[in-house]
T-cell receptor, first 118, second 114 residues
Framework: AQKITQTQPGMFVQEKEAVTLDCTYD???????LFWYKQPSSGEMIFLIY????DEQNATEGRYSLNFQKARKSANLVISASQLGDSAMYFC?????WGGGSNYKLTFGKGTLLTVNP | DTAVSQTPKYLVTQMGNDKSIKCEQN?????MYWYKQDSKKFLKIMFS???????INETVPNRFSPKSPDKAHLNLHINSLELGDSAVYFC?????????????FGNGTRLTVT
């Protein structure tokens, strides 16, 4: 089973509008972290936002916020007031557990390509 | 100041050759990683080192050999390159291996094997 599922291969949004990128995850661990990364066409991987499994509040970083629904195992990224520069591939990722073996790794979803239209 | 830097940015080589990619981080992090991004943009971990000790070794052909001379450096050597090795290779680091520690990535090395 996939650990991270991003069901939207591509999304379109108008400039200045908000957009939600979906992410669901699968884990039996109580301790885990969820991350979103942005990869523009230039290729670098940019860390956007983090949500811990024990965090009671949804994470926010500027125009990025995370809609974390633990019971549904979803961690959707919300980008408010989209800008042309937001056009990029967005990856959801998860890290499970507290150290040890494969818990060290960050597992990525397949990504969502966001296009912001003027 | 570049936090995680990898060289070279582009690498074009022929099948059968041996090549290396170097990575350095100046963030003072304990843990470093190599990830491979295929043509469909899927990112998969290859190796991870924590304080110079190998902690993750995914199912990777043994033609790939990582080396960590110190905490700030993690190099990747590839022997007998094959066409299927063509990909973007990312180095990354994190403060710790724990679940709440984000990875910081280098800009990637695009390897093309002809």
């Amino acid at each position: 089973a996939q650990k991270i599922t991003q069901t939207q291969p591509g999304m379109f949004v108008q400039e200045k509008e908000a957009v939600t990128l979906d992410c669901t995850y699968d884990t039996s661990d109580q301790s885990y972290g969820l991350f979103w990364y942005k990869q523009p066409s230039s290729g670098e991987m940019i860390f956007l936002i983090y949500q811990g499994s024990y965090d009671e509040q949804n994470a926010t970083e500027g125009r990025y916020s995370l809609n974390f629904q633990k019971a549904r195992k979803s961690a959707n990224l919300v980008i408010s007031a989209s800008q042309l520069g937001d056009s990029a591939m967005y990856f959801c990722a998860m890290r499970e557990g507290w150290g040890g073996g494969s818990n060290y790794k960050l597992t990525f979803g397949k990504g969502t390509l966001l296009t912001v239209n003027p | 100041d570049t936090a995680v830097s990898q060289t070279p940015k582009y690498l074009v080589t022929q099948m059968g050759n041996d090549k290396s990619i170097k990575c350095e981080q100046n963030l003072g992090h304990d843990t470093m990683y190599w990830y491979k991004q295929d043509s469909k943009k899927f990112l998969k971990i290859m190796f991870s080192y924590n304080n110079k000790e190998l902690i993750i070794n995914e199912t990777v052909p043994n033609r790939f050999s990582p080396k960590s001379p110190d905490k700030a450096h993690l190099n990747l050597h590839i022997n007998s390159l094959e066409l299927g090795d063509s990909a973007v290779y990312f180095c990354a680091s994190s403060q710790a291996p724990q679940y709440n520690s984000p990875l910081h990535f280098g800009n990637g090395t695009r390897l093309t094997v002809t």
